[in-house]
Nanobody, 123 residues
C-alpha cells in the first residue's frame, strides 16, 4: 500500500507563496507520475500539476501556468509544488497522488491518493 506524507499547506495572503511537499513510500515502479490535485468548496477535484519520474515531463493546469512550479527528487520519491502569486481562487484542499508506470495527470488515472492538505488564500 502506497503511503504519503504531505506537508506545506496553510494560510497565506493573496500574492504570497507556499511550498507543498509530498513523500510517497511503499511501492516499486520503474517510473511513475506524481502530482497535485485540488478540490475547492463546491467544486470538483481537478489536476493542478504532475511530473513524471523517468523524464521529468510536466503538466500544469492552465490557471496555474506561470505561477506554480513542480519539481521532484526521484531518490526520495518526493515531489514539490512551489506556488507563487497565490490568489483567492487557489484556496482548496490539495491532494498528492501517484500513477505507477503511467503518465497521466487525470483524476481517473491515479492509483493512490494522499489525505490532502488545506491551502487558504485570504487576507
Amino acid at each position: 500500500q502506497v503511503q504519503f506524507v504531505e506537508s506545506g499547506g496553510g494560510l497565506v495572503q493573496p500574492g504570497g507563496s507556499l511550498r507543498l511537499s509530498c513523500a510517497a513510500s511503499g511501492f516499486t515502479a520503474d517510473y511513475y507520475t506524481m502530482g497535485w490535485f485540488r478540490q475547492a468548496p463546491g467544486k470538483e477535484r481537478e489536476g493542478v500539476s504532475c511530473i513524471t519520474s523517468s523524464d521529468g515531463a510536466v503538466y500544469y493546469e492552465a490557471s496555474v501556468q506561470g505561477r506554480f512550479t513542480i519539481s521532484r527528487d526521484d531518490a526520495k520519491n518526493m515531489v514539490y509544488l512551489d506556488m507563487y502569486n497565490l490568489k483567492a481562487e487557489d484556496t482548496a484542499v490539495y491532494y498528492c497522488a501517484i500513477q505507477l508506470r503511467g503518465r497521466s495527470c487525470h483524476e481517473d488515472g491515479m492509483d493512490y491518493w494522499g489525505k490532502g492538505t488545506l491551502v487558504t488564500v485570504s487576507l
